[in-house]
């Protein structure tokens, strides 16, 4: 087998701003194992079933100034989270790129897509109803994704279908985008050495 796919990806990621200091590790190849703390217990747990959805490991401990708001945590930690995919996938050859989820949660649906193509962009549709689910601000879930996108230079859609449960339909997204983020970042054993790209460059 190629060395390219048989190395375990790893990426870690140390962020200090006058807002947020974050420790990040990650592991692509990994088995879903995950010590999460950002000051935020909604979000711990988002973060927490989106590794193990994604069989991904992820050591993650942010300190921010949950004083003043969530958003610059919530947006910070999807940047940091964004930049170790980008680093641990490196040139991005041999893997699929693209990946797609539909995802059921007893009453919601959701779905999520990603490219890893080295462009940024992201919409979001949660059909999230009020301001607060458990201590998250759910608003600031399309900052997460948008930093997310920035970081990994990628393209992430997620999108609620229908449900009725606010819980229900974040949970859904971060499960669906796990799965989804999983298929795009899995090894193609048949283009091994090859980008999956004709630009030649990701």
Do not use: W
């Not at 870690?12 to 190849?29: H, N, S």
């Not at 993650?60 to 910070?76: N, P, S």
């Not at 607060?132 to 990628?154: M, Y």
């Not at 090859?194 to 460059?201: H, I, N």
Request: proline content about 0%; overall charge positive; charged content about 30%.
């Amino acid at each position: 087998m190629a060395k390219s796919l048989s190395k375990v990806r790893t990426g870690t990621v140390k962020r200090d701003t006058t807002e947020t200091q974050i420790a990040l590790k990650l592991v692509v190849d990994g088995q879903g194992v995950y010590k999460v703390s950002t000051g935020i217990r909604f979000f711990d747990h988002m973060l927490e079933l989106f590794t193990r959805h994604g069989g991904f490991d992820l050591t993650l401990k942010c300190t921010g100034d949950l004083d003043v708001d969530q958003h610059h945590t919530v947006e910070d930690v999807g940047i940091a989270l964004g930049e170790a995919f980008n680093k641990a996938l490196g040139d991005k050859k041999g893997i699929m790129r693209a990946g797609y989820f539909v995802m059921a949660m007893d009453e919601t649906l959701a779905v999520a897509a990603v490219d890893l193509s080295g462009r940024v962009a992201y919409v979001v549709d949660d059909k999230v109803k009020v301001r607060l689910v458990g201590d998250f601000q759910s608003e600031l879930l399309a900052d997460f994704f948008d930093g997310f996108a920035r970081g990994a230079k990628a393209n992430v859609h997620v999108k609620t279908m229908y449900g009725r449960s606010n819980h229900h339909k974040i949970e859904a997204i971060f499960k669906a985008f796990a799965r989804a983020l999983r298929g795009a970042c899995s090894r193609d054993e048949r283009m091994r050495e090859m980008l999956p790209s004709t630009k030649g460059l990701l």
